[in-house]
């Protein structure tokens, strides 16, 4: 792994999130077929991310040390860094990483941005499925 790509404090690396959750990576060139028209009614969601950003280390940190309650989350997971591909943060107004972008069924629903923890997260993920 590069030195890039390496958390700041350590740990594991973003690889070993996105095989942990089954984060598919997006870009400008395949995001709209992925995640947008793409068939089913799941809870996708899109985590933004970028090298050497703290917030997303924190995330990244979390969710391996409770990988069993943010699996139970049920969601469809992706993953774009924007430090990468700026034109897709442009796309959706980023202004700073980690943010979170929720779909179903072709419908962007919200986001959450940064990383506000795991009860705030969870409660978002919940009003997302009211009613579903």
């Known amino acids: 792994m590069s030195e890039v790509a390496r958390p700041l404090t350590g740990g594991p690396g ?11 990576e997006v870009d400008s060139a395949t995001f ?8 089913g009614s799941d809870l996708r969601c899109i ?10 280390m924190l995330f990244k940190n979390t969710a391996v040390m ?3 309650q943010i699996r139970a989350l049920g969601l469809t997971w ?5 430090y990468k591909d700026e034109r897709l943060g442009r ?14 069924a072709g419908k962007r629903l ?4 940064g990383w506000p923890g795991l009860p705030q997260f969870s409660g978002a993920v919940a009003r997302l499925n009211v009613g579903v």
């Open 47 to 56: 985590f933004f991310w970028g090298n050497d950003c703290y917030n997303c």
């Open 78 to 82: 992706f993953h774009a860094n924007i």
């Open 91 to 104: 796309r959706f107004g980023l202004h700073g990483v980690p943010a979170f972008v929720f779909y179903r």
């Open 14 to 24: 973003p690889t070993e999130l996105f095989g942990l959750f089954a984060m598919q």
């Open 66 to 68: 409770l990988q069993d």
């Open 32 to 39: 709209d077929a992925a995640v947008v028209d793409a068939p």
């Open 110 to 113: 919200g986001r959450v941005s």
